[in-house]
């Protein structure tokens, strides 16, 4: 399963670890995804997994 947000399709960033003596070493930022049931427009319910950034934005625009 990809670790892609569906909605805005945010995904892993890629960055550098770096250490107490500025060494440098590769990374994942991973997004913060989480699973919620949405109710779609026929009454079903579909889970989806969307960042939390994205849970954030839905709950407040409505």
Not at 17 to 44: C, M, Q, W, Y
Not at 53 to 61: C, E, I, V, Y
Request: glycine share 8%; aromatic share 2%; with cysteine.
């Amino acid at each position: 399963m990809a670790r892609k947000c569906a909605i805005t399709g945010k995904g892993p960033m890629v960055g550098n670890n770096v250490s107490h003596a500025n060494n440098k070493t590769k990374r994942r930022f991973l997004p913060n995804l989480r699973t919620v049931r949405i109710t779609l427009e026929d009454g079903t319910t579909q889970k989806v997994r969307i960042a939390a950034s994205t849970l954030r934005t839905m709950k407040k625009n409505g």
